[in-house]
């Protein structure tokens, strides 16, 4: 069965296949696609009511902060539903039209350290903790790799709608 974006985590578990958690969270394909993309091109949008690329960056930036520290919940045997944001709300309460598309990508990569740290110090058998994301049950693993499947997903997104 192929998922859409609206299944949320099965879409995104489809995005990143069966890829070890390290190896997707230090892909550097991400970063090298960003790097490609100019100021002013970072400004563009598709459509009136859609983000600009600057925004989308400091989405995927918020995102995994956010998801980040569930999973560190999560580690710790914390009991807690995985639950979601508004992310219009904190797209529009942000501050990434100003700051550079520069600045936005080293706020992503250094983001994505401090998330490499937390992974590489898991156990096997936190990575197997469970808990409840929306209506799934899914392992402290999956949780993290829909991290970087939610990611895919934008970045998909750029180059079909934004690049065409």
């Known amino acids: ?45 598709y459509a009136a009511d859609k983000w600009n690329i600057k925004q989308i960056i400091g ?28 992310q219009n709300f904190l797209v529009d309460n942000s501050r990434f039209e100003e700051l550079t598309f520069i600045q936005l990508i080293t706020d992503f990569i250094n983001v994505r350290k401090a998330s490499i740290s937390f992974i590489e110090a898991l156990s096997q058998n936190q990575l197997n903790t469970k808990g409840m994301a929306q209506q799934y049950e899914i392992t402290l693993e999956s949780f993290l790799k829909s991290i970087v499947g939610h990611e895919m997903h934008h970045i998909n997104i750029i180059k079909e709608r934004y690049f065409s």
């Open 1 to 45: 069965m192929k998922h859409t974006p609206e299944d949320g985590f099965p879409y995104y578990f489809d995005l990143v296949k069966d890829t070890d958690c390290i190896p997707l969270f230090s892909s550097l394909s991400t970063i090298s696609f960003l790097n490609s993309i100019n100021e002013e091109k970072a400004t563009y949008r």
């Open 59 to 86: 989405h995927i930036t918020d995102h995994e902060r956010i998801k980040i520290f569930r999973a560190f919940l999560l580690s710790r045997n914390e009991l807690v539903q995985l639950w979601g944001y508004d």
